[in-house]
């Protein structure tokens, strides 16, 4: 057993893109306090590294995404090492600086989705399964779902979701505005990969200025929206002019 194989979260940074896979596959990455641990020290270190990484992927070994909250975890008495510590984590994913991408294959169930749709960004499998199992379990969700998710697909559908339980697929995701795309599942890694390097390409200063303006004037009315962009933005990045010599000489 490699020493990689005792953590729960693996990290791989590459050409400016990090990605963490969630690394308890014969659980089907089931969401353990202890995960979250993890998950919440590498988001912490990675937003301090925003000069060095520019796009993150959350992803999970083997054939699941997640299956959501460990069951089991909470059974045995497993307890977060603070209050509201998943929902922090899940707010803190939408205030970081990089755009995030959820790469969803297979069970996407309940707090995996919470978590999924806390991300900027979703490719998933064409058959991947997205569920929220709050009502089957007699749970209350606590970790954003009741707002993201109508958030994300509007109320009329959030309420299907959330009423019957029912699951949706990858393809139907897309459709319905869950996802962003779905693809083949032995195409996934590929296309996110590639998708992730589409955005690692443009400059990463508009990436976290567009990110946190778009995060911003969500408490604004339009007018005070349009107005507060012109006047608070940060101007361009430093490269600008060498982006623009370098496209026209394509």
């Not at 959820?102 to 490719?123: F, M, N, Q």
């Not at 990858?170 to 589409?198: F, H, I, K």
């Not at 101007?235 to 026209?248: T, V």
Request: proline share 4%; net charge negative.
């Amino acid at each position: 057993m490699s020493s990689s194989d005792n953590h729960l979260v693996l990290r791989n940074d590459h050409d400016g893109i990090s990605t963490l896979a969630f690394n308890r596959p014969d659980a089907l990455n089931a969401l353990s306090p202890s995960l979250f641990a993890e998950l919440e020290a590498h988001l912490d270190d990675l937003a301090k590294s925003q000069e060095e990484i520019g796009v993150i992927v959350l992803t999970g070994r083997g054939r699941s995404f997640s299956a959501g909250n460990d069951l089991k975890a909470i059974e045995r008495g497993e307890r977060a090492t603070r209050a509201h510590q998943q929902a922090e984590l899940l707010d803190f994913i939408e205030t970081m600086p990089q755009p995030v991408i959820a790469s969803v294959r297979g069970h996407c169930y309940t707090g995996a989705l919470e978590l999924a749709i806390a991300c900027d960004l979703l490719i998933c499998a064409d058959d991947a399964k997205f569920c929220d199992t709050h009502g089957k379990w007699g749970m209350v969700p606590t970790w954003g779902m009741t707002n993201r998710l109508p958030e994300r697909v509007g109320p009329v559908a959030a309420r299907d979701m959330m009423f019957s339980g029912r699951m949706v697929t990858g393809v139907e995701a897309v459709q319905m505005g869950l996802a962003n795309r779905s693809v083949p599942s032995d195409e996934l890694e590929t296309a996110t990969a590639e998708w992730a390097a589409t955005i690692a390409a443009n400059s990463w200063h508009t990436l976290r200025e567009e990110k946190r303006q778009m995060r911003q004037l969500l408490s604004l009315d339009r007018d005070e929206g349009l107005k507060w962009a012109r006047e608070h933005g940060p101007g361009p990045a430093a490269d600008m002019i060498e982006r623009i010599q370098e496209g026209f000489k394509r």
